[in-house]
């Protein structure tokens, strides 16, 4: 017999597989194909389905009604259906005269209620092939899945082996099926559409011709897109109608995943001109880890850290939303809660609003999200109050540890959006303390320590111990798509080999393959500038290496001809070759140095776009608090002219096309229509790949990213972003044996005593330190002796002194999180440092180094390098290196001469100029005649006199005039034989010219 290769073979495979599960085959023939093409309905399963579970109130409406009480319910049914949507009438059901009929039932939670499981099984599954659904044409379906006669899933099928893939399916359902006929129309009768073939799967909730827009719903295979060879005989897809599809999964899906998303249209003024909605249906590895941590919770209960390793624009955020309501919702054996409360951590705004219009709808009550926005004692009655999900920033916990110092044990789950931002230092170990209510005895108990050998002093220094470590009564479950080595320890799950891992992926590099997130290396341009300074002062100072060549590199960063010339490259860049991308929506980012550039780039732009009369370019800045340029004082909302939380939405309108940011906006910022990025600040590691990633968001179309680079290599870049394209583990697990390299290391230095350790402790754990005024004066006293001490030592010694302490103290700080492990001598030095190191004095390094008036800006260029992809390498996945300790020692800071250093970088920026590069002798020289200081100057000295003045302003106007011209003619500066004798003639010609 030949084997079956057909598009008929595949359908006929999956339905047998969906019948095995709970599914009933129906043929929609005769009267039901009549009826359904008329309402979109199977009428008779829908009618069959009211009759069976809720027989008392169809009776009812029987009355009400009379014979014709069918018909009448019907058109009640899909008038809701219309009103208010698919979703809100299977979750709620539809009201009718009085009585509310339920369109379908939802599996309970356990099955002690008898009548609730009874009605369960009483939903009707059907899967019905080649569906006709109109008579205007003759077009079917491959499959429709039923749920009580409404047709809650489509699938267009097609098999490789007949030279039709799922592209063709996309393209079937997005072309051939109309979205204005009923079947089809957004939201009233199909929650989901799925386009499948024997190896990938995609979906969307919405036909739109040529606008739908479909999403991939595929596992992944070995860290790119697609799926994984199945085990057994089956197709790679198989787990869509095995697991997903199931009555079970997919009743799931209704009534507890799927939302409606509902976004504002505004016009260019920012006035709301209508309403977006979306029906949110989990992608593969959303509605994966969610059920997997549940199940994992369900389990093993409260205590354990999950690390969860999702790409930027993965949706992240409403992965946490479903994850959030279902902690919130969860109980154990017993029924009881599992935990009395979750709180989600973020410093995103957006996740406030959408996860509680998301739990709302799935709850319908509200009540249950309280976003923390005023004090920690609105926090703390949140938790007090069992809140089931509570909204909250990081900073806040540290204020409320004594305000809930009262709270009865209690479990929780504490959600981290972002974990490498949100998950270290003292803020993360107040957060567990405030959580954990653990018994002193408990950790005596867990830890085997001796009650008797400890004196009460010892007792509290292990009660923190143990509070800043695990707690069985607080689960974390980490979000972050760019894990650092103390995130993967703290939060990972140890595999087979003992190194942590993250609990769940979806990677970088599956998320660009599949065209879920761009790809934002794949457009890269960079610039490398050259410049030259000179001293303008007659000695030659010496000055520190390190703190000079830092402040010379930012003295041309923030040079007037320096922002002025890179102001006019981003500008005519973007307009020129951006800002008709995205159907002429596209915007794009400035990533500065620090706040000050932030403000004289804003400045610079808005003079630029005016003296340019471009009418179509305005710009907005963002940065934190107050800036000092000079005398003026800055804030971003004076300068936007609107408020900071304005900033987003404004920027999202058609007003404004270009954002300067300053840290602000780097991480976290969702725009869909970012499309290039101008970045004039050194990135590295998790900050290039957070920053570069805001341009990643995919929207109708976008299809490409662009980013110019004034400062990083194309090669550092790719090292930042390779450990973070696949999977992404851990070396090793640090050893908490090197606190006693560091402790070894900073003894000989002989600056602290046993008794002065133990003595700040005791003021610590006793709360005399914060109590007392008098207990503060006696831990100054002890630390004074420290401080006299250290300042004996050498100024080498004193700064390898305080380099040890500080990173003893760091490193201890992270060990606590992620190691059983208690020395108490270890914490007492902890203890003693945190306080000794703010007093230790500032040493000369530190100090700051100004030289601006010694120096002046010769010339500057910039000239692209780089221009193409950055390309990433497979490899399956990247170990990262965990805590290490390295001996710290004296780290000199040479004196050198002013002169060497600008040699030195001159030397590294410089380039050999060519004849083109020559300033127009004779357009400076007009310059110097339209000014009215030379004049003066020339009028009212001798030439001898002049010609000191006229040398000092001379580059002042070379500088001025490269500005304007689009060649730097530069010979003139480099040549000094030359520069002397244009000079010398030229000073003659004003000198004259000037006096007649």
Not at 895 to 903: A, E, N, Q, Y
Request: charged residues 30%; proline residues 3%; aromatic residues 10%.
């Amino acid at each position: 017999m030949a084997m079956d290769t057909s598009e008929k073979g595949f359908e006929m495979n999956i339905e047998a597989e969906l019948i095995t599960r709970g599914y009933k085959k129906r043929e929609l023939e005769g009267e039901a194909s009549i009826a359904f093409k008329k309402h979109a309905i199977d009428v008779e399963e829908l009618f069959a389905f009211l009759e069976d579970t809720q027989e008392k109130r169809m009776r009812t409406l029987e009355k009400s009604y009379g014979p014709s009480y069918k018909e009448e319910v019907l058109k009640r049914i899909k008038d809701q259906l219309h009103k208010q949507g698919l979703v809100e009438c299977l979750r709620k059901g539809i009201k009718d005269r009085g009585v509310t009929l339920n369109l379908a039932y939802n599996k309970p939670p356990t099955d002690m209620n008898k009548t609730l499981n009874e009605q369960y099984a009483k939903n009707r599954f059907n899967v019905a092939r080649q569906v006709y659904y109109s008579d205007k044409h003759n077009n079917s379906l491959d499959m429709v899945l039923f749920l009580n006669g409404l047709p809650l899933v489509v699938m267009e099928l097609k098999n490789p082996l007949t030279n039709q893939t799922v592209e063709h399916a996309m393209k079937q359902l997005k072309f051939d099926r109309d979205p204005r006929e009923q079947l089809f129309k957004f939201n009233e009768r199909v929650a989901v559409y799925f386009a499948v073939d024997t190896d990938e799967v995609f979906m969307t909730t919405k036909l739109d011709k040529g606008k739908t827009y479909f999403l991939p719903f595929n596992k992944g295979n070995n860290g790119g897109k697609g799926n994984p060879l199945a085990y057994g005989n089956t197709y790679r897809t198989h787990y869509l109608w095995e697991d997903i599809l199931t009555p079970d999964s997919l009743l799931d899906i209704v009534y507890r995943f799927i939302f409606i998303k509902k976004d504002e249209i505004k016009d260019s003024n920012g006035e709301t001109i209508g309403e977006r909605q979306m029906l949110i249906f989990p992608r593969y590895h959303q509605l994966d880890v969610v059920r997997k941590l549940e199940a994992d919770v369900a389990k093993n209960l409260v205590g354990h850290n999950y690390l969860i390793q999702h790409s930027a624009g993965s949706g992240k955020t409403n992965s946490i939303s479903w994850l959030a309501h279902r902690l919130a919702k969860q109980h154990d054996e017993n029924n009881e809660p599992i935990f009395s409360s979750v709180i989600v951590i973020t410093d995103r705004r957006v996740l406030d609003k959408q996860l509680q219009d998301a739990v709302y709808q799935l709850e319908h009550k509200a009540g249950m999200v309280e976003p923390i926005d005023k004090d920690s004692e609105q926090l703390a009655r949140a938790i007090n109050n069992e809140t089931r999900i509570i909204i909250t920033t990081l900073q806040k916990f540290p204020f409320i540890l004594e305000k809930v110092a009262g709270l009865e044990r209690k479990k929780y789950a504490v959600i981290i959006d972002e974990a490498h931002s949100s998950q270290g230092g003292k803020a993360s170990t107040a957060l567990t303390n405030v959580l954990s209510d653990k018994t002193l005895e408990a950790a005596y108990e867990e830890d085997r320590i001796a009650e008797e050998n400890l004196d009460d002093v010892d007792e509290k220094i292990v009660e923190a111990i143990m509070k800043s470590g695990k707690q069985d009564n607080v689960s974390f479950f980490a979000f972050t798509a760019t894990p650092k080595p103390k995130t993967l320890e703290k939060f990972g799950t140890k595999g087979v080999d003992g190194k942590p891992v993250a609990f769940h992926q979806y990677t970088m590099r599956q998320a660009i393959e599949e065209g879920f997130i761009l790809d934002v290396l794949q457009n890269y341009t960079t610039y490398k500038t050259f410049w030259k300074i000179a001293r303008t002062v007659e000695d030659d100072p010496e000055v520190s290496k390190k703190q000079a060549t830092k402040k010379l590199a930012q003295y041309v960063s923030l040079h007037p001809h320096s922002i002025a010339q890179k102001t006019e490259i981003i500008i005519e860049h973007y307009r020129n070759f951006v800002q008709r991308k995205i159907g002429g929506r596209a915007k794009a980012m400035v990533v500065t140095a620090s706040r000050l550039h932030a403000v004289r780039y804003k400045i610079a732009f808005d003079k630029y776009i005016n003296e340019m009369g471009y009418d179509d370019l305005k710009t907005v800045v963002a940065f934190s608090g107050t800036v000092k340029d000079g005398e003026i004082n800055y804030t971003e909302p004076d300068m936007n002219n609107f408020s900071e939380k304005e900033l987003p939405e404004k920027f999202h309108s058609d007003e404004y096309k270009v954002l300067l940011v300053a840290e602000k906006y780097q991480t976290g910022f969702d725009e869909p229509l970012l499309h290039t990025m101008y970045v004039d600040k050194p990135l590295s590691g998790i900050k290039a790949v957070q920053t570069l990633s805001r341009l990643n968001r995919t929207c109708p179309g976008k299809d490409d990213t662009f980013v110019l680079d004034f400062i990083n290599d194309p090669e550092d870049i790719k090292a930042s972003f390779q450990p973070y394209y696949e999977s992404t583990s851990l070396s090793e697990v640090t050893d908490p044996n090197i606190l006693y390299d560091m402790q070894a290391e900073i003894e000989p230095y002989q600056v602290f005593t046993e008794d002065e350790v133990q003595r700040v402790n005791e003021l610590e754990v006793t709360g005399g330190v914060k109590k007392s005024t008098k207990a503060q004066t006696e831990l100054n006293a002890l630390l004074d002796k420290g401080v006299e001490r250290y300042k004996k030592l050498s100024e080498e010694e004193q700064q390898a002194f305080k380099q040890a302490a500080t990173k003893f103290t760091r490193t201890y700080s992270f060990v606590l999180q992620v190691v059983t492990f208690i020395d108490l001598e270890l914490h007492k030095l902890y203890i003693y440092f945190t306080y000794l190191l703010r007093k230790l004095p500032r040493d000369a390094g530190d100090k700051d180094v100004y030289l601006a008036d010694d120096v002046a800006l010769e010339y500057y260029r910039n000239q692209k390098v780089f221009e193409g992809s950055i390309e990433l390498e497979k490899t399956g996945g990247h170990e990262l290196d965990p805590q290490k300790h390295g001996a710290g020692g004296p780290v000199e800071d040479e004196k050198v001469r002013l002169s060497s250093i600008l040699d030195k970088l001159n030397e590294r920026f410089g380039t050999d100029f060519t004849e083109t590069d020559f300033l127009s002798r004779e357009q400076v020289k007009e310059d110097m005649l339209n000014s009215e200081d030379i004049r003066q100057k020339a009028k009212n000295n001798t030439k001898e006199n002049f010609k000191f003045a006229f040398e000092k302003t001379f580059m002042d106007f070379v500088i001025d005039r490269m500005s304007s011209n689009q060649k730097f003619f530069m010979k003139i500066l480099e040549n000094e034989e030359f520069k002397q004798a244009i000079m010398e003639d030229m000073m003659q010609e004003v000198y004259v010219e000037v006096n007649g």
